[in-house]
């Protein structure tokens, strides 16, 4: 439980944290270029031209879990559907569509996610369709193994002698039974594609100025640590904090469905 209040308490700085401060994220502040920490105006300092930490860190932090919640509801929808297709019906199709995710398995997945990158641009709608398209490929094969346990339950039998169609064994049966571990697989994804996200972000190909997001943060502590190490390590901080907590959520999850 400690997990939960850490991250909720993160989440809730992260979306209003910003409207208690004076400085925004991106408003320069001409007079305290670097300002240490717990200085009068900037609690957490700024950084090489004059922007508030603490403003960037919420609002990095705020795109960082936007990008990574909307990617890994894009792999949940895919990987879902994909994953529901080849375990129920099985044959042929469910070889096929395996082999494919195969194929996708043995591609690197960091230069799939740059090629994307580059051949569609650096939008922000872009990054997450990116990302996700890319990390439904686990979800899809844990979809499947939970459609082929399901589909041989007598509840599921005893639907299809009642005359119930497919769509309505999906919707009626099927899907609300595989709602908790694919939920549990989702709290795992997003970890992923918050670091997937800011490893893209660290290389330019992710987030683009003025807005801000973990990894340009991260980018931006790397080249000031010597001088001001507090721009490196309170972007770190934060994410490792995120990783953490939603790691331990899903897995917590993950278990309580597998039971």
Not at 130 to 155: C, D, N
Request: hydrophobic share 60%.
């Amino acid at each position: 439980m400690k997990a939960v209040w850490v991250f909720a308490l993160l989440l809730l700085a992260a979306l209003i944290g910003l409207m208690m401060l004076h400085w925004g994220y991106d408003t320069i502040d001409w007079d305290a270029v670097r300002a240490p920490p717990f200085s009068p105006t900037h609690l957490l300092g700024t950084d090489s031209v004059g922007r508030d930490l603490l403003a960037r860190t919420l609002v990095g932090t705020r795109v960082s879990l936007s990008i990574a919640g909307a990617a890994a509801l894009v792999a949940l929808v895919i990987g879902t559907l994909w994953g529901a297709i080849a375990g129920w019906v099985g044959g042929w199709v469910d070889a096929l569509m395996m082999r494919v995710v195969d194929a996708l398995y043995a591609l690197p997945f960091m230069f799939v996610v740059i090629i994307l990158m580059v051949v569609f641009g650096r939008s922000i709608l872009l990054v997450f369709l990116g990302i996700g398209a890319v990390e439904w490929l686990t979800m899809a094969r844990v979809v499947r193994g939970q459609v082929m346990q399901l589909k041989h339950r007598p509840f599921i039998i005893a639907a299809e002698a009642a005359g119930a169609n497919t769509r309505q064994i999906m919707i009626g049966h099927i899907l609300p039974n595989i709602a908790g571990i694919a939920s549990a697989y989702l709290l795992l994804t997003i970890p992923q594609v918050v670091m997937v996200e800011s490893f893209l972000s660290f290389l330019g190909l992710g987030v683009q100025e003025p807005l801000t997001s973990l990894g340009i943060l991260i980018k931006d502590g790397v080249d000031d640590m010597e001088i001001a190490p507090l721009t490196l390590l309170v972007p770190i901080a934060v994410l490792m904090t995120i990783l953490v907590c939603l790691t331990a959520l899903g897995e917590r999850l993950r278990d309580r469905t597998a039971t």
